[in-house]
C-alpha cells in the first residue's frame, strides 16, 4: 500500500536519468528546505511561470495543469494581478481599522450563502479556517468528540493533524477523534450510501459519548477530496446532517477543496440540498494568495465571541481582500461555475467512451471539474490499484500533462484543474489519457484477473 500523503512523492535519491539543472536544483532544496518537503512525480517539474490552465518550465515546456484547485480562476490572471498591486500601493494592514475592501468583500462572499450562514471570520489559511471552526463548535457544544472519514485531511496545525487521518501513523489520532468509512457509493451501491454512512457517523458519536468525550462536531470534505472523491449521489449527506445534530453536535463542510464553483454549484453543500453550521474555506478565494475563512450560523458563534479572544494579524487583510473578490468576480463574470459544470460532464463522458471495456477501470465519478478516476485489480472484488494509478499520473506527466492521484491506496485519478479549463484542453487531457492506457506498459500492468 502506499503511504499516505506520500502518494505521487518524488524519490530523492532516484535521480538517475535527470538533467544536471533538474539534479542540482533537487540538491540545493535537500540543503535548504530539509527532508520533510515532498516533489510531485518520477521526474520532478521545475516551474518558473504559469498563465491559465498551463504551466511554464525551465526549458520553455508547457504543461496543461489538470491538478491545481489553488489558482481557482487561472494562474496570473489579470485581474488578480491587478486588483493586488494596487491594494497593495495603497494599504495593508490588520483587521483591527475600518476597512471598506474587507467589508466589502464580506458582504460579496456571504451573498452566496444561504441566508442562515450570515457571518464570517478571516483566517490565512485551510488550516486555520479547521483550527478556528473547531474552537468555535467546541465553545458551542462544550463538547470535545469529533468525528471524520477514514482518509480525511483538514490541515497541518497540532489540532487538526491529529485529526486528519491521511497524514498517516505518524501522526497519532487524538483520543477524542473517531473516523467513518467515506461513502464510497461505488462500492457500497448508491441505494446504500446514505444510511450506511449516517449510521456510521451516529456510531462514531456514540463511541465516543461512552468514552467520556461529548459530541462537538463532524468534518467533511463535501466531496471527500482525499478518500476518493464521492459526491454522489446528490442528497445523500441530508441523512449525515440529521445523525450529526441528533448527536448534538456541529456539522462543518470543508469547502476548502469543492468550493467556488468547482463541483458546480458555489458550494459542495449545496448539491446535498443542506445548510451546515460552520464552512470551511481557504486559499483557492483568493486565487492562491494567503486567505481563509469560516461562515457561520451566527448563533453558534454569540458565546466564543463572548469568552474567547480571536485576532489574526493578516486573516483578512485588505490586499488577500482584494484578491478574493477580483477571484469571486471573475468567477461571477466569466460564468466559470456554469463552465465547471459543463466542461466536468464533457470529461466524464469522454473519460467513459474512451475506457469502455477496460477492466482497470472501475468507476469514473466526481461533479463539475472534480472527478475521479477509479482503477481496480479485479472488476468483480473492485481491489483498489495504486501501483496502476501512480503508473498513469507520472505516464502523463511525460506527456506534459499534470495531475496526481487520491484515495487510501492512490487509486483514484484525481482531476481537479482550474476553473478556466474548456473542452479544447479536456480533449488535450483525453488524447494524452487514451495514449497512455492504450500502451504496453498499461495493458501489462493493468493485467486485471
Keep these: 500500500m502506499i503511504k499516505p500523503l506520500m502518494i505521487n512523492a518524488f524519490d530523492p535519491d532516484a535521480v538517475d536519468g535527470l538533467d544536471n539543472e533538474t539534479i542540482r536544483l533537487i540538491e540545493r532544496r535537500k540543503q535548504v528546505l530539509g527532508p520533510s518537503y515532498k516533489l510531485f512525480y518520477e521526474r520532478p517539474v521545475h516551474a518558473v511561470s504559469a498563465e491559465g490552465v498551463w504551466i511554464t518550465d525551465g526549458q520553455g515546456q508547457r504543461y496543461l495543469d489538470v491538478y491545481n484547485n489553488v489558482p481557482s480562476v487561472g494562474h496570473s490572471h489579470p485581474r488578480v494581478v491587478e486588483a493586488v498591486s494596487r491594494q497593495m500601493a495603497l494599504l495593508n494592514t490588520h483587521t483591527r481599522y475600518l476597512n471598506d475592501v474587507v467589508l466589502s468583500y464580506a458582504e460579496k462572499l456571504l451573498g452566496h450563502f444561504p441566508s442562515e450562514l450570515s457571518n464570517v471570520m478571516f483566517t490565512c489559511t485551510g488550516s486555520e479556517s479547521s483550527d478556528l ?32 487521518p491521511s497524514l498517516g501513523v505518524g501522526v497519532p489520532l ?31 458519536f456514540e463511541d465516543l459519548s461512552r468514552h467520556g468525550f461529548k459530541p462537538a462536531a463532524f468534518v467533511a470534505d463535501m466531496v471527500f477530496s482525499s478518500d476518493g472523491i464521492f459526491a454522489d449521489p446528490p442528497g445523500f449527506l441530508k441523512p449525515a446532517l440529521d445523525a450529526v445534530h441528533a448527536a448534538g453536535a456541529l456539522f462543518i463542510a470543508d469547502e476548502v477543496q469543492p468550493g467556488f464553483g468547482r463541483t458546480g454549484p458555489m458550494w459542495g453543500f449545496a448539491r446535498h440540498g443542506i445548510v451546515p453550521d460552520l464552512v470551511l474555506m481557504g486559499k483557492p478565494m483568493g486565487n492562491g494568495l494567503p486567505i481563509g475563512g469560516v461562515v457561520a450560523r451566527p448563533e453558534v458563534l454569540g458565546e466564543f465571541a463572548a469568552t474567547a479572544r480571536y485576532f489574526n494579524t493578516f486573516g483578512g487583510n485588505p490586499v488577500c481582500c482584494a484578491a478574493a473578490h477580483a477571484t469571486l468576480s471573475v468567477i461571477e463574470d466569466e460564468g466559470l461555475a456554469e463552465n465547471s459544470l459543463n466542461v466536468g460532464n464533457y470529461l466524464q463522458r469522454g473519460l467513459r467512451e ?12 466526481g461533479a463539475g471539474l472534480f472527478v ?46 482550474p476553473l478556466p479549463f474548456a473542452t479544447e484542453h479536456a480533449d488535450i487531457f483525453l488524447d494524452a489519457f487514451e495514449h497512455v492506457i492504450r500502451s504496453t506498459e498499461f495493458q501489462r500492468k493493468a493485467a486485471v484477473q
Design 133 to 164: 471552526a473547531l474552537r468555535i463548535a467546541k465553545t458551542h457544544t462544550g463538547g470535545a468528540g469529533i468525528v471524520v472519514t477514514e482518509n480525511a485531511y483538514h490541515g497541518l496545525t497540532e489540532q487538526i493533524a491529529r485529526m486528519s
Design 174 to 204: 487524538w483520543p477524542n477523534v473517531r473516523t467513518v468509512p467515506a461513502p464510497d457509493a461505488y462500492r457500497l451501491g448508491p441505494e446504500k450510501v446514505a444510511e450506511v454512512f449516517s449510521t456510521s457517523i451516529n456510531e462514531a
Design 354 to 365: 474512451r475506457t469502455a471495456g477496460l477492466a482497470a477501470v472501475g468507476d469514473i465519478r
Design 372 to 417: 475521479g478516476l477509479d482503477f481496480v485489480k479485479d472488476s468483480r472484488t473492485r481491489e483498489p490499484d495504486g501501483d496502476l494509478g501512480l503508473f498513469v499520473v507520472n505516464a502523463l506527466r511525460d506527456r506534459n500533462i499534470l495531475i496526481s492521484a487520491s484515495g487510501v491506496e492512490g487509486n483514484v485519478l484525481k482531476i481537479r484543474p
